[in-house]
């Protein structure tokens, strides 16, 4: 098979609900591309239909696929799906869609050719919609706790919409350690440690109350996991 140019990784736990609508938004986008895709969805620790919903879409469409995971984990759902990817381009995306699936045409090639480029809801041209003000403001706050921390130079590390480059992506999953919700603070900062260049792409958001981030108990397990990687970073775990 020749290799595609694009891979779309879906992390997706207990989405029964929300994965028919995604997954035909996806597969309508990728039917206009000029390139070749694949669709990876990993159904993660489950206990609904998720993972039968993913495979009736996977047996109709040849360039998507699934892989069942047992563990929980979100972190571990998308290095499981970005290291399984043959793409030249490798985009994972929350399964909310909470950014339109087409705006990823932005974040690879003629648009941009760079080895990482993240969807930023605080980069000047950005736009957020619906959301709420409290969730705007705990956001901004961890954010600033992110940057006194680990990563200075980011206005937004958290939206859940990354690409990275099939070389850097082999290179950073491999060295990832958290399974949560922090994973992608990590792995950006193992990029900046390493002098990588980080895109951040202002990109229309629109919230979701159906979130399933918990402001309390995640800004907690992110703040602990903060510590963790300047601990990391310290003791030289990541080079």
């Not at 984990?73 to 290095?79: E, F, N, P």
């Not at 959301?131 to 954010?143: C, D, I, Q, W």
């Not at 309390?216 to 990391?232: K, P």
């Amino acid at each position: 098979m020749t290799k595609p140019f694009l891979s779309i990784i879906i992390p997706a736990r207990n989405e029964e609900r929300r994965l028919p609508q995604t997954l035909e938004q996806v597969v309508h986008f990728v039917q206009t591309c000029d390139f070749l895709t694949e669709t990876i969805v990993v159904v993660n620790a489950s206990t609904d239909r998720s993972l039968e919903v993913a495979s009736t879409f996977a047996a109709q469409y040849h360039n998507m696929r699934v892989i069942s995971e047992d563990l929980p984990g979100k972190g571990r759902a998308v290095q499981k799906g970005m290291l399984a990817a043959s793409g030249s381009y490798r985009f994972f995306a929350d399964a909310d869609l909470s950014m339109p699936i087409q705006e990823v045409l932005r974040f690879i090639p003629p648009a941009v050719d760079v080895p990482i480029a993240i969807a930023s809801r605080e980069a000047p041209g950005a736009v957020r919609y619906n959301e709420p003000a409290y969730r705007h403001l705990t956001g901004r706050v961890f954010n600033t706790l992110i940057r006194a921390l680990v990563l200075p130079a980011l206005n937004d590390t958290q939206c859940g919409f990354k690409m990275f480059r099939a070389d850097v992506a082999d290179d950073l999953f491999r060295r990832q350690t958290l399974m949560g919700w922090s994973f992608d603070v990590e792995l950006l900062y193992i990029a900046s440690q390493r002098g990588i260049p980080i895109l951040e792409i202002p990109i229309p958001w629109y919230f979701n109350p159906d979130s399933k981030v918990s402001v309390v108990r995640d800004s907690w397990r992110m703040f602990t996991d903060l510590l963790a990687i300047r601990r990391n970073g310290r003791k030289g775990r990541y080079d």
